[in-house]
């Protein structure tokens, strides 16, 4: 499995990013689709997730609202938009795939690259 994050950038405080994540090489039926993020000198940390089959999402509790995470099963890739971003959402962005679920970054099996994403205040 191949993972392909993309759409990280610079932006300012409360300006939107929407983030994507081409998933290649299996069906991804019957897994879940995270994204994780890690700030400098920080631990990897979970932002949101979602079940392929059913669409059900999960949101840390510091995005909800403002973050959304979709699916595009005919495209077999995940998006997450970023709404109303400030300066604590700035790390890279890693999107990665579990058979199991969960918040934690062990549960995940397969991972992206990671995109930069840098809110100015």
């Known amino acids: 499995v191949q993972l392909q994050a993309s759409g990280g950038g610079l932006v300012q405080a409360g300006d939107s990013l929407r983030l994507s994540c081409a998933a290649s090489?299996?069906?991804?039926?019957?897994?879940?689709m995270g994204w994780f993020r890690q700030a400098p000198g920080k631990e990897r940390e979970f932002v949101a997730r979602i079940t392929w089959r059913e669409g059900v999402t999960y949101y840390t509790d510091a995005v909800k609202g403002r973050f959304t995470i979709s699916r595009d099963n005919a495209k077999n890739t995940v998006h997450l938009q970023m709404n109303s971003l400030k300066p604590e959402d700035t790390a890279v962005y890693y999107c990665?795939?579990?058979?199991?679920?969960?918040?934690?970054?062990?549960?995940?099996?397969?991972w992206g690259q990671g995109t930069q994403v840098t809110v100015s205040s």
């Open positions: 990665a795939l579990s058979s199991s679920g969960g918040t934690w970054p062990y549960s995940y099996d397969y």
């Open positions: 090489g299996r069906t991804l039926r019957g897994y879940v």
